[in-house]
């Protein structure tokens, strides 16, 4: 029995690789999930995120990311809009010696509405490749009658063990703020893999990327008189059959401050205690805790399984970190 629970795990993980990225740190978004985040909320973004799954059942899921973005010419904003740019790199790799990796460059143009509103639009150019050892894995034909038996030759083929491939995606944002530059509302959507790269490792097939839509939206409730806040986020993703739904809350309070500069810079150089929990659609509840201290933000997820592998894997899901550098935007940088 318990070579069986290894095969259908082993299934499990190529489902979630075929699923793309997954992220239960959503209050810190980054232009993988949507390019026209790339230079939004300040001058410079910078971002690496580590995760680790199911590492009770037996096939450990990691995957890393890197993400920076940065406006152009800071120092002389366009009245109407501003351009921005940025580049990632994102890789995942199993125990089975399957791995995806990503690098896309994210050139984006945000269109400023009203003095609190703007409209931005992104797009990523990139390369993606994937990898596949067949040697490492678990099949039908290997099954005896009895049991798992890996000496029994598989005989499966493959042509090819590495895929390289062109890549581009789109996103579109728009964004609310307050009268001191926190944003209030933001709502988004892109798309991924649309000239859809071949993943296929035979010659016999033909298989595509599924493109991979995303849509999220943030709204954020300040009270008290110390400016800390509630955000309340919402990230829905759909890749051909595959859906996930992530939504839920982070308290965000302000625990210091420094004076003689505007509300925005002081908000930015304050220390920051974020408490959160968000659910994943018949998958998993998540545990938030966030600290931002000056420029410097760290971010910590843990996922507890609901669905029903929590039977193997004693609702241990994942781990996540992030650690996120930001430099606010030169017009909240002026003294009062």
């Not at 269109?111 to 490492?136: C, V, W």
């Not at 931002?292 to 843990?302: D, E, I, P, T």
Request: glycine share 8%; charged share 15%; net charge positive.
């Amino acid at each position: 029995m318990k070579y069986l629970i290894y095969i259908a795990i082993c299934i499990l993980g190529r489902m979630a690789s075929a699923q793309d990225l997954h992220s239960s740190n959503i209050q810190y978004l980054t232009q993988l999930y949507n390019p026209a985040l790339t230079g939004l909320n300040n001058e410079l973004d910078a971002a690496i995120a580590y995760r680790t799954q199911w590492r009770k059942v037996g096939v450990p899921y990691n995957a890393y990311s890197a993400t920076v973005g940065s406006v152009l010419a800071p120092y002389k904003r366009n009245r109407k809009g501003q351009f921005a740019i940025g580049g990632s790199l994102y890789s995942e790799q199993t125990a089975l010696n399957s791995s995806v990796t990503s690098f896309t460059v994210t050139p984006t143009y945000h269109l400023k509405l009203t003095d609190n509103s703007n409209l931005s639009l992104g797009f990523n150019i990139g390369y993606i490749g994937m990898t596949f050892n067949e040697q490492n894995g678990s099949w039908e034909s290997q099954h005896n009658g009895l049991l798992y038996d890996e000496a029994v030759l598989s005989g499966e083929v493959f042509e090819t063990s590495v895929q390289h491939n062109f890549d581009i995606g789109s996103g579109l944002i728009y964004t609310l703020k307050n009268s001191w530059d926190m944003k209030i509302i933001q709502i988004g959507g892109s798309v991924f893999h649309l000239n859809r790269p071949t993943i296929s490792f035979s010659s016999i097939g033909d298989s595509k990327l599924p493109i991979r839509k995303v849509g999220f939206a943030s709204v954020s409730i300040p009270f008290g008189d110390s400016y800390s806040y509630i955000e309340m986020t919402g990230l829905y993703q759909n890749q051909e059959y595959f859906n996930s739904l992530t939504y839920g809350a982070m308290v965000k309070l302000k625990l210091m401050e420094k004076a003689k500069f505007t509300i925005v810079n002081s908000r930015q150089n304050s220390l920051y205690l974020g408490i959160g929990a968000y659910l994943r659609n018949k998958d998993a509840f998540i545990l938030n805790l966030s600290v931002q201290k000056s420029n410097w933000k760290l971010g910590f997820a843990y996922d507890i399984t609901t669905s029903k592998l929590k039977e193997v894997n004693n609702r241990q899901g994942a781990t996540e970190l992030q650690f996120w550098y930001s430099i606010p935007s030169f017009k909240n940088k002026r003294k009062s």
